[in-house]
């Protein structure tokens, strides 16, 4: 049996180390999220259930969020021992341009609502740390004032073709003279995926005051304060719309659009072209064959067609086919560096990822998008070296074994 003592004051002082006190409550919320998931779990406590279920939910059943993400989780990583991993160069590149991680912040619509910061904060955050930023046409601050904000970030314009072709015409102009570095045509939207959240919540761009608004300006007065008090909240691109997202989508997004478009899109933006929202090899072989420079693997989130493919179990046998012409990116259901590193041992030049920074901006603005950043960037850094790898060409598909597909 051990011999026991009192416990002696000099012996108990030194181990009680006070933590400075973090002052700014933003700052003290965000640094106790460890993990996107945290950060969700503030976002949601921090804005309207409306304007969290917009941006957390995707489409029907939301089986393809699901599966993504599932997919993810159940890979398994292959280490290997016994490698110099003191350093890590967790430096890339993405259409022959240096990126300081292997992931960029995806287009995303509306950002404003999710925090009155919006595009100009995650334009400021992709800046600093060295990531692209890709501006949606469903932007909610406009192509001239993230320029502005961010001159020297890589920004890409994210382009959906509507019905009036001027306005795409007039967009990719804009986008070219703000110095955009590459168009991103998003291909995934013909119509409006069904996001059932946002027909329960009966949100509408702008949000109307119904009672049930009212009573949530009790439980997110900032939110609503800063909503109140900033630019109104309207599409940067597009007049004033007051009705759903969805019936927007259809009134505006021409479901006419084929591959003989692209010529169009050519005649008026002759710099880098990525395609969003390839889900099958056959269609990446066409993308290949018409000469685009790369395309994103992705079912939208989730957010369009739902039991659609997953994106990381299509990327193997996509960049065998049309790897050594096209780079192939991929999206859809990263939730934490680890994941990242895993997408790019299986092939991908880079990733795209989406609500984990709106997960940050809803928690704290500008803050916040940066927390995400910094806890996706330190999880890709530990990931590597638990991996034995020192930099990004060292990962390969032996790092990473896939689960055989449960739906094959
Ligand atoms: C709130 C929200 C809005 C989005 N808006 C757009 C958009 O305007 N254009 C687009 O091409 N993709 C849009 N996306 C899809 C993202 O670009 C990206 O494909 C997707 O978020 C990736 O999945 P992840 O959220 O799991 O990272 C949006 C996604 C979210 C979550």
């Not at 920004?155 to 072709?165: I, M, P, T």
């Not at 306005?167 to 409006?192: N, Q, S, Y």
């Not at 994103?296 to 990327?315: C, F, M, T, W, Y």
Request: charged letters at 25%; proline letters at 5%.
């Amino acid at each position: 049996m051990s011999e026991r003592q009192l416990p002696r004051w000099s012996e108990i002082r030194p181990l009680l180390r006070a933590r400075p006190f973090e002052l700014n409550p933003t700052s003290r919320r965000l640094q106790k999220a460890l993990t996107i998931k945290e950060l969700r779990a503030i976002a949601r406590r921090r804005v309207p259930r409306a304007a969290f279920d917009y941006t957390d939910g995707a489409a029907e059943a939301e089986i393809s969020i699901r599966r993504a993400r599932a997919l993810f989780q159940s890979l398994e990583l292959q280490p290997s021992i016994l490698h110099d991993v003191s350093s890590v160069d967790t430096t890339t590149t993405s259409l022959g341009r240096s990126s300081a991680l292997p992931f960029a912040f995806a287009p995303t619509g509306f950002t404003r609502l999710m925090h009155h910061e919006g595009e100009c904060a995650v334009a400021r955050v992709a800046e600093r740390i060295g990531i692209p930023y890709a501006l949606s046409t469903m932007g909610t601050t406009s192509i001239e004032d993230v320029t502005a904000v961010a001159p020297s970030a890589r920004k890409w314009f994210q382009l959906y073709v509507w019905r009036d072709r001027s306005a795409g015409e007039e967009l990719m102009t804009r986008a070219k003279a703000a110095g955009f570095e590459a168009l991103m045509l998003t291909v995934d939207v013909p119509v409006a995926g069904a996001r059932l959240r946002d027909v329960r919540n009966g949100f509408s761009i702008p949000p109307t005051l119904t009672v049930r608004t009212v009573a949530d300006i009790a439980a997110h007065p900032a939110w609503w304060m800063n909503l109140l008090t900033t630019k109104p909240l309207t599409f940067a691109s597009l007049e004033a719309w007051d009705r759903t997202i969805a019936e927007l989508i259809d009134a505006l997004f021409d479901p006419t659009m084929t591959i003989a478009d692209l010529e169009w899109v050519r005649s008026y933006w002759d710099g880098p072209l990525i395609i969003k929202g390839i889900q099958t090899v056959a269609d990446a072989r066409r993308m290949a064959e018409a000469r685009v420079d790369a395309i994103v693997l992705s079912n939208h989130g989730g957010r369009q067609l739902d039991r659609a493919p997953v994106p990381l179990r299509l990327l193997p046998e996509v960049v065998d086919t049309v790897g050594d012409r096209i780079e192939v990116w991929m999206d859809t259901g990263i939730m934490t560096g680890a994941d990242i590193v895993a997408a790019i041992a299986l092939g991908a030049k880079t990733a795209l990822v989406g609500r984990a920074y709106l997960y940050g901006l809803m928690a704290g603005g500008e803050a916040g998008v940066t927390r995400a950043a910094e806890i996706l960037a330190r999880e890709i850094r530990r990931t590597m070296q638990l991996l034995g790898v020192r930099s990004i060409a060292d990962l390969s598909r032996e790092h990473v074994r896939l689960p055989r597909s449960p739906f094959a």
